[in-house]
């Protein structure tokens, strides 16, 4: 029977070659072996930050402090938000599906640089781990929210000086990660493989690579700077040593605006699989979907001042970074219009990957077009720090990119581990996680429009009711979350083997000689004279032999 | 020592007047059609001693025992460093504003600080010159320099009080940078002069210094605008990285080409 990359000694390590299983798997330089483990990392750390904002929604049942007082409230919102963009959402998709799928969709035998991703995925759990000790250690974890507004981060006492180092360790794997899958595809394409045959997913994910690596210095030279004013006094960010605290706020969203796009681009990478898949049909506007990631990537960064509305700017530039914002909605909107135009007379075959992908296409409208809304100055100085933009941000990246990463998840599971999962319980427990998100966000919408400020731990009786809609939508979204990981985890073990193809898809990523698949991938580096969606009446046009890889179509 | 006699008069002319100091004019023109002596008595108008090149102005008097002299002869020195060509990229014109001193007092003045640079220079650059009919006083007012004469009773000596500061005008008179204290640094007054050109007759490299250092008005210095210059540095280096990878293409030794795959 051929091996797996799964089975023990199938793998190349960055140090000697160990015998024991766990020093293979903790030395592997295998994109895929890197990739599930940063999965099983960063699905933890999910897990970890959703019980936190369980506890959060638990005190915010009734008004008054219950459970929490108000410090260690603030203390839970930023430990959520950490946790959540730092540890979870920033390297998401990139590092699980750039890593086990982004090399196989390309031809390639591993990225270009796999020394440095071990490295990588290293630095990762060493920022893990420094952002967690503070936890623990000095006056607990930092309370400014994960966007460490100067100057209070510069006067609490609380442990932000190892949170923003962790952040800055993190930003680095993040730049590393970036700059390995650069490479990767420029060089590493299978050949015939230009620009434009490129399955969408990579360029999702090469559109990504260069924010991370231009984008992520910024914020990292910003946390120094922080780091430097809270250590040996020097006036940056604080007004009363000659600082400017707006200057922070700038510096900050330079690098956090465009981190959005960071995290949608190779969601929408997914999404962009899935449909034409799905749908049986070739995707509708190849080349317009791959140049709108580009072109969202290049808008993204000119928007950050949209953040800055109420925090002191000049009409004419609130008026351009208004203008700018409404800009990066007509590439997302063509995507929309294209997936949709894909679907248009195919045979959709309502699998579980589809159902998440369909369940966002409502979901990220949602928190697409209300971004919209607050993206126009005048309602912005209403909705600012309400819960609306609360509701908006989560329906955009959980409902946006959290879902399109379980429907990736669902996707490739069976080419990760060559087995299936329950799909009867697989599509419940979709059901469960988009209901409960609904009555779990939609209510903020209207509790934001009428006045509820963001992170407060105590409310005004008025808006009671909506706390506590959110809060039996939160349970129900958990006991889907937890429903969906078991079906998911069980099937690891136990799930039916299948084939290299389960889906009938088309790209390279399905056409390995064993699933799942070997060390080094291809058994023969295949040659790309095709489009990567090609169907002709539901089928595949392209056929290989998987052992030649020469086509037989 | 020249600090502390820039304070003292500053000091000086604080006690004294409020007129005294710079009341700086920027961007506002000097009458070009002034006329003064020069150096051999001669009549002559300033926009015949600029030129129609970016000058140098300073206010004196010959006699001053204080700051007029060490202004004066760190000019020359800052002159002798400045990598522009004299007479040809600017002028200088020194103006004695004392209206009772001889323009035999501006020539020996003048022979003594050409004489003080220390590298072969083109004297017709540099003008000592003083007032006709008012002339001195109203360039002073015109570029907001306040001085005050005073005649100390005991030693019957005429004294003036005055700032120190180096004007730059650009061609047609304008106003362009005031260069406080009596030492400048020979960059600062290069980026002045390069500004006050209008960047037309600047060299290539004058851009390049341009686009670097940034006038700061309120310090009245030229300071390294250390954000563009990184910002350019990392936006170059991302533009050669994408350049690299295009130009690199794909790693062919590591494939096949078409239809070799079958081994």
């Known amino acids: 029977m051929s091996k797996s990359y799964l089975d023990a000694g199938e793998t190349h390590c960055a140090i000697g070659h160990p015998k024991s299983v766990f020093w293979q798997w903790m030395l592997t330089v295998d994109h895929k072996r890197i990739g599930l483990m940063y999965a099983a990392v960063i699905f933890t750390f999910f897990f970890v930050a959703v019980f936190v904002a369980l506890t959060m929604r638990i005190e915010l049942f009734a008004p008054g402090a219950q459970i929490l007082d108000g410090d260690t409230f603030n203390q839970a919102f930023t430990l959520h938000g950490v946790i959540m963009v730092f540890l979870f959402i920033i390297p998401g998709v990139p590092a699980v599906f750039g890593n086990i799928v982004m090399p196989l969709m390309i031809g390639a035998k591993d990225v270009s640089f796999p020394r440095l991703n071990w490295f990588t995925f290293w630095l990762y759990i060493f920022g893990a781990l420094i952002a967690l000790s503070s936890l623990w250690t000095g006056e607990g974890f930092a309370d400014t929210g994960w966007t460490f507004y100067a100057p209070y981060s510069l006067n609490t006492n609380t442990n932000v000086v190892t949170t923003l180092v962790a952040a800055f360790v993190l930003g680095m794997a993040s730049i590393l990660t970036g700059l390995n899958f650069l490479v990767t595809i420029h060089r590493l394409r299978a050949p015939g493989m230009d620009f434009f045959k490129m399955p969408l997913f990579v360029w999702g994910i090469y559109a990504t690579a260069w924010i991370q690596l231009l984008a992520t210095p910024v914020v990292g030279i910003t946390l120094i700077l922080a780091i430097l004013e809270k250590v040996f006094g020097i006036g940056i960010f604080d007004p009363s040593k000659g600082g400017d605290p707006v200057l922070f706020e700038h510096l900050f969203w330079i690098y956090s605006h465009p981190a959005v796009y960071l995290m949608i681009l190779p969601a929408f990478g997914i999404m962009s699989e899935i449909i034409p898949v799905f749908s049986r049909r070739e995707i509708f506007g190849y080349r317009t979907i791959a140049l709108s990631s580009a072109s969202i990537a290049g808008i993204g960064y000119l928007v950050w001042g949209h953040h800055l509305f109420t925090s002191g700017m000049s009409d004419l530039a609130k008026t351009v970074f208004s203008f700018l914002t409404f800009f990066v909605a007509i590439p997302t909107g063509i995507k929309f219009y294209d997936w949709v135009a894909t679907m248009y007379k195919g045979q959709i075959h309502m699998n579980a990957p589809m159902l998440w992908a369909l369940g966002t296409m409502v979901t990220f409208v949602i928190g697409g077009l209300t971004g919209v809304t607050i993206a126009m100055i005048g309602p912005d100085i209403h909705l600012q720090d309400t819960y609306y933009s609360v509701a908006h941000f989560h329906y955009a990246m959980l409902g946006g990119v959290v879902f399109l990463l379980f429907a990736g998840l669902h996707y490739w599971f069976p080419l990760m581990f060559g087995r299936m999962y329950n799909e009867k319980h697989a599509k419940r427990a979709f059901y469960f996680n988009f209901i409960g998100f609904n009555i779990l966000w939609f209510p903020m919408f209207i509790a934001g429009w009428q006045g509820m400020p963001r992170r407060y731990f105590d409310y005004l009786p008025e808006f009671q009711i909506y706390h506590q809609i959110s809060f039996f939508g939160a349970l129900i979204f958990i006991t889907g979350l937890i429903y969906m990981f078991t079906v998911l985890i069980s099937a690891i073990k136990k799930g039916e083997k299948v084939g290299p193809n389960h889906w009938n898809a088309t790209t390279l990523e399905w056409h390995l000689p064993t699933s799942p698949p070997p060390l080094e991938n291809h058994s023969k580096v295949p040659y790309v004279d095709f489009r990567p969606y090609e169907y002709h009446h539901g089928e595949p046009v392209v056929k290989f032999n998987l052992e030649t890889m020469q086509r037989i179509d | ?263």
């Open chain 2, 1 to 263: 020592m020249t600090r502390y006699i820039l304070v003292l008069s500053l000091l000086f002319s604080f006690l004294n007047a409020a007129n005294v100091g710079m009341h700086e004019k920027l961007g506002k023109m000097v009458p070009l059609d002034l006329t003064f002596l020069n150096d051999k008595g001669e009549s002559v108008t300033l926009r015949k001693l600029m030129d129609g090149k970016p000058a140098i102005l300073t206010l004196n008097y010959y006699r001053c025992a204080g700051i007029c002299t060490t202004q004066l002869n760190d000019l020359a020195n800052v002159v002798s460093q400045l990598d522009l060509v004299e007479n040809k990229d600017y002028k200088i014109v020194t103006v004695s504003f004392a209206e009772d001193e001889p323009y035999q007092l501006a020539a020996t003045k003048r022979r003594n600080i050409m004489a003080s640079i220390t590298r072969p220079y083109v004297e017709d650059t540099w003008h000592f010159v003083i007032g006709e009919n008012n002339s001195s006083g109203k360039l002073a007012d015109s570029v907001g320099y306040g001085f005050e004469k005073k005649v100390f009773e005991k030693t019957g000596l005429t004294e003036y009080i005055h700032p120190g500061v180096t004007i730059i005008l650009s061609p047609e008179g304008k106003i362009t940078r005031y260069l406080n204290g009596v030492d400048q640094l020979p960059f600062d007054v290069k980026m002045a002069l390069i500004e006050a050109a209008d960047g037309k007759v600047g060299p290539t490299i004058a851009k390049t210094l341009l686009f670097c250092f940034a006038y700061d008005a309120e310090n009245k210095k030229y300071v390294f605008a250390w954000e563009k210059v990184i910002g350019t540095g990392m936006s170059l280096m991302a533009i050669g990285l994408f350049i690299l990878l295009i130009k690199l293409g794909r790693k062919e030794e590591d494939h096949h080409k078409k239809g070799e795959n079958d081994e």
